[in-house]
T-cell receptor, first 113, second 114 residues
Framework: DTGVSQDPRHKITKRGQNVTFRCDPI?????LYWYRQTLGQGPEFLTY????????KSRLLSDRFSAERPKGSFSTLEIQRTEQGDSAMYLC???????????FGQGTRLTVV | AQSVSQHNHHVILSEAASLELGCNYS??????LFWYVQYPGQHLQLLLK??????LVKGIKGFEAEFIKSKFSFNLRKPSVQWSDTAEYFC????????????FGGGTRLMVKP
């Protein structure tokens, strides 16, 4: 499968723990996006990278959230000191350039208990 | 900030019925418009997009959408739905220079009865 890959698919964690998700975009896609989707809502933009540079961050991305794309390929999203409100599906998407289609991964479903 | 409204949260149709899903956005500048579909258990997939040109856009699987600038609308249509169209549909908008930094609507869950 040469689509966008996210790992893990599901994560259950206790409140207060740190979690890290990984996204592998489609090869050669220079833009990578993170979104969050809660039940019954549409995805909400969190942040995006062009190559290794993080160019935009949403106000939704609190200080407990950090994203990296160290070599311009895969990306990680870390949530520190998780809260129940962090429970959501975290989606990654990638594209080559701007005026083209973004391809989404299947997401990582986080449940904070 | 821009916002997107999808007024129909749940739609139930019988096969062969016609479909129209409403989408309105609020932003006064130039926008790019998208419809994404999410089939059960699958990832979001692009149905169609509008960047410029002909406001009637044709997408995959017989879907089309019409951009009406004066109404800030981008409604999705299909003349005859199939059971396999059962899915959740999301309208999204991005600013003209913002590529795929998308603002999504809340989604419309479509169920097509065989």
């Amino acid at each position: 499968d040469t689509g966008v890959s996210q790992d893990p698919r599901h994560k259950i964690t206790k409140r207060g723990q740190n979690v890290t998700f990984r996204c592998d975009p489609i090869s050669e896609h220079n833009r990578l996006y993170w979104y969050r989707q809660t039940l019954g809502q549409g995805p909400e933009f969190l942040t995006y990278f062009q190559n290794e540079a993080q160019l935009e961050k949403s106000r939704l991305l609190s200080d407990r959230f950090s994203a990296e794309r160290p070599k311009g390929s895969f990306s990680t999203l870390e949530i520190q000191r998780t809260e129940q409100g962090d429970s959501a599906m975290y989606l990654c998407a990638s594209s080559f350039g701007t005026a083209v289609e973004a391809f989404f991964g299947q997401g990582t479903r986080l449940t904070v208990v | 900030a821009q916002s997107v409204s999808q007024h129909n949260h749940h739609v139930i149709l019988s096969e062969a019925a016609s479909l129209e899903l409403g989408c309105n956005y609020s932003y006064g500048g130039t926008v790019n418009l998208f419809w994404y579909v999410q089939y059960p258990g699958q990832h979001l997939q692009l149905l169609l997009k509008y960047f410029s040109g002909d406001p009637l856009v044709k997408g995959i699987k017989g879907f089309e959408a019409e951009f009406i600038k004066s109404k800030f609308s981008f409604n999705l249509r299909k003349p005859s739905v199939q059971w396999s169209d059962t899915a959740e549909y999301f309208c999204a908008v991005s600013l003209n220079n913002a590529g795929n930094m998308l603002t999504f609507g809340g989604g419309t869950r479509l169920m097509v009865k065989p």
